[in-house]
Structure formats: C-alpha cells, structure tokens
C-alpha cells in the first residue's frame, strides 16, 4: 500500500492512502514497558484499524486488526498497552510490540467514542449510549461499572489528577464534571 502521513506531533493529520486524503488522528506519547512509542506514531484510521509509524522511515511498522468498523478512541496504559475503542461498541487492549489483541472488553451498546487512563490505572470509557464506565483488572479479568449517565451521547473524556476529576463533553455541548473515587471503582451518588 502506498502512504505518506504528514503530521507533527499530537493531534489530527492527513494521510494520503493511494491518492485518497483521508483525516486521522495522530498520538505522540512518551514510551513504556520496552516499546517506545515516542518513535512511532499511531494513526486511526476509517478501515477500523490502528497502523504503528516510525516516522524516521515513514513505513508503516504494524498494523492492529480486530475492530469491526472505524476507531474513535486510543489511549496508551501504564503499563504500555494500547486500549482502541470503536464504533463496534468494543474496547480493545493491544500488546502494540506483538500486535496481539489480548482482552475485549464488553459492556457498551453504542460506539465507543472516548477513552481516559486514570491515575490508577483504571480505565475510563464514554460512548454514545450516553454512559461513561470505569473499567479494572481484579482477579485476571477487566470489569467494568456504569459510573455515570449523561443526556446525550459522549464525545471526549479529560482526567486531571491533581483534583481527582473526570471531566466528559457529551453531544449536546454540556460538560460534566465527575469526582473520580480511587478504591471504589465508581463515581459518587
């Protein structure tokens, strides 16, 4: 396939994919766990995939297929691992230096739109069906609680740890602020 990406750094690029412009979004982060991700750059893309770029070399390094349809959402874990979220109303977490998706997390019932590490560890979700979970790792399985139910879909998540708050803008433009409780998994009544 032939590609060029031209962006620089965080934020929304244009591919061009066989003479086809396609717009994308593109995440610059700091590298953990052995995989630098501060070398590659991480394109979603329409096809409902995730493709790894070194943008030393401009070539495509990986590609991350599983999704069913186009990718809204991607944030890098602790650990290193990368959690996709989809229209196909799944999240996805990859080991980005194999390329394995290595657990689905369910739970959803419309496409997965935002994606937000907490301090934790916990991973925060919005989606369309209006609902914000919180997702852990207990006893080698991820669960995941509905913390919160907005009027309109949700479009973006912002965590700021220094006030423990989840801030989520959902389709209607309203912005909810949501104190985050750290042991408990879930938001306060």
């Not at 995941?144 to 009027?151: N, R, Y």
Request: proline letters at 2%; hydrophobic letters at 45%.
């Amino acid at each position: 396939m032939d590609a060029s990406v031209r962006a620089a750094g965080a934020g929304r690029a244009t591919a061009m994919t066989q003479g086809c412009a396609t717009e994308i979004i593109v995440l610059a982060t700091s590298g953990r766990a052995g995989w630098s991700v501060s070398l590659r750059r991480v394109l979603l893309t329409v096809d409902s995939t995730i493709r790894l770029w070194n943008p030393a070399s401009g070539m495509c390094e990986a590609t991350l297929e599983g999704h069913s349809v186009s990718v809204d959402a991607l944030v890098v874990l602790a650990d290193g691992r990368l959690a996709s979220g989809s229209w196909d109303t799944t999240i996805r977490l990859w080991n980005p230096a194999s390329g394995v998706c290595e657990a689905t997390l369910e739970g959803h019932s419309g496409g997965v739109t935002a994606l937000e590490v907490l301090a934790d560890g916990r991973l925060a979700s919005g989606s369309l069906d209006r609902t914000i979970r919180v997702w852990q790792f207990r006893n080698g399985h991820w669960t995941g609680a509905v913390g919160f139910v907005a009027d309109a879909g949700i479009k973006a998540l912002a965590y700021s740890a220094c006030a423990g708050v989840l801030s989520a803008v959902d389709e209607s433009g309203r912005i909810h602020f949501l104190k985050v409780e750290a042991a408990a998994g879930a938001f306060p009544e």
